[in-house]
T-cell receptor, first 113, second 114 residues
Framework: NAGVTQTPKFQVLKTGQSMTLQCAQD?????MSWYRQDPGMGLRLIHY???????DQGEVPNGYNVSRSTTEDFPLRLLSAAPSQTSVYFC????????????FGNGTRLTVT | KQEVTQIPAALSVPEGENLVLNCSFT??????LQWFRQDPGKGLTSLLL?????REQTSGRLNASLDKSSGRSTLYIAASQPGDSATYLC?????????????FGDGTTLTVKP
């Protein structure tokens, strides 16, 4: 059971480039979310999904797009990378609305130059 | 807006000590509270989840308590070991219907010295 898998682990982009961070879970969890973690600012919610075909914005959604075509996958797209998007990105999933723990992937460390 | 604060930001103790980590939240109308551990360069691992109707949860040497009325939770670690060195975060869902929509504290970085 792999849990939550994020790829790539590391990525360097130039300003203006676009890319997709991948997140997949094999636990049949309905709820998935993306966070970014920055020193001194903790974890902040970017986007989340309560099921296939349903997504919504979190606290810091600007510059990011998401889609949820399947239960398993929840990719995060950076449309035009900016240095302010340098961060560690975490994907999380949970099986229900709040009674069960969040499961996290190991993160993607992104640097934008 | 829910705000979560963790004090202290860093803590260094000798091996074998019992210790307490603190988590405070501003909105007491919470659904649950979760404690996580994060090792350097890794993701977050769930340690304990306390439902709003519970007062505490225990797992091995870890005990988490919850006092909704005062907006506080504590994580007690008994007989600390060097392997307990990590950053500990608490999180509170901002929605009663979605644990994935959570507010996190900045964490307490614990160092246990042999």
């Amino acid at each position: 059971n792999a849990g939550v898998t994020q790829t790539p682990k590391f990525q360097v982009l130039k300003t203006g480039q676009s890319m997709t961070l991948q997140c997949a879970q094999d636990m049949n969890h309905e709820y998935m979310s993306w966070y970014r973690q920055d020193p001194g600012m903790g974890l902040r919610l970017i986007h989340y999904s309560v099921g296939a075909g349903i997504t919504d914005q979190g606290e810091v959604p600007n510059g990011y797009n998401v889609s949820r075509s399947t239960t398993e996958d929840f990719p995060l797209r950076l449309l035009s990378a900016a240095p302010s998007q340098t961060s560690v990105y975490f994907c999380a999933s949970s099986p229900d609305r709040g009674g069960s723990p969040l499961h996290f992937g190991n993160g993607t460390r992104l640097t934008v130059t | 807006k829910q705000e979560v604060t963790q004090i202290p930001a860093a803590l260094s103790v000798p091996e074998g000590e019992n210790l307490v980590l603190n988590c405070s939240f501003t909105d007491s109308a919470i659904y649950n509270l979760q404690w996580f551990r994060q090792d350097p360069g890794k993701g977050l691992t769930s340690l304990l989840l306390i439902q709003s109707s519970q007062r505490e949860q225990t797992s091995g040497r870890l005990n988490a308590s919850l006092d909704k009325s005062s907006g506080r939770s504590t994580l007690y670690i008994a007989a600390s070991q060097p392997g307990d060195s990590a950053t500990y975060l608490c999180a509170v869902p901002t929605s009663r219907t979605n644990a994935g929509k959570s507010t996190f504290g900045d964490g307490t970085t614990l160092t246990v010295k042999p």
